[in-house]
């Protein structure tokens, strides 16, 4: 199975900031990645697909780069709804595998 | 208004079965894949299994390999998990979700906990 790993697992800032979280697979995934944002009791909710696409009604503040193994995504000036924790996914083939989270907390 | 809704969660003891079911809403099911997800508390996400739009494949991840089995009624416009020989590390709130490979629609989740 591929693996998914993220980094950093706790990220601190501000309102205001420019922050990028960054997901290695384990092996070439082409462009085969998703991002989800969850809150604390929520479902995950879809913010990025085929590593760059984002999904309607996603603001534009978020972005996402990359392929075959290195991945970002990046919040360009944090607002205090995107406190949350974030997970990429594969999906290059049908065994679909996260990264373990990145808790994004106020500094 | 697009909707998935799981139910069936509930409390079993080691090695006993639970069936956990999504029913959609707003949209027909046919259409797409469907994946089961898992969240242990205070963990990440875990995906479990998913479905093709007609059912004809199913995939599974080792953890449930053998033990869970994802199935859909298309006429019922539901999708279905049928977990047997539960284990403790089992315990998670379920989610299911749309679409063959991303996911964008997710239901609210349904909590599983298996304890003696």
């Known amino acids: 199975d591929i693996q998914m790993t993220q980094s950093p697992s706790t990220l601190s800032a501000s309102v205001g900031d420019r922050v990028t979280i960054t997901c290695r697979a384990s092996q070439g995934i082409s462009t085969w990645l998703a991002w989800y944002q969850q809150k604390p009791g929520k479902a995950p909710k879809l913010l990025i697909f085929k590593a760059s696409t984002l999904e309607s009604g996603v603001p534009s503040r978020f972005s996402g780069s990359g392929s075959g193994t290195e991945f970002s995504l990046t919040i360009s000036s944090l607002q205090p709804d995107d406190f949350a924790t974030y997970y990429c996914?594969?999906?290059?083939?049908?065994?679909?595998?996260f990264g373990q989270g990145t808790r994004l907390e106020m500094k | 208004q697009v909707e998935l809704v799981e139910s069936g969660g509930g409390v079993v003891q080691p090695g006993e079965s639970l069936r956990l079911s999504c029913e959609a809403s707003g949209f027909i099911i046919s259409a797409f894949g469907m994946h089961w997800v898992r969240q242990a508390p205070g963990k990440g996400l875990e995906w479990v299994a998913f479905i093709g739009s007609d059912g004809s494949e199913t995939y599974y991840a080792d953890a449930v390999k053998g033990r869970f089995t994802i199935s859909r009624d298309n006429s019922k416009n539901t999708l279905y998990l049928q977990m047997n020989s539960l284990r403790s590390e089992d315990t998670a709130v379920y989610y299911c979700?749309?679409?063959?490979?991303?996911?964008?629609?997710w239901g609210n989740g349904t909590t599983v906990t298996v304890s003696s």
């Open positions: 979700a749309i679409r063959d490979f991303y996911m964008d629609v």
């Open positions: 996914q594969q999906y290059n083939d049908y065994v679909i595998t």
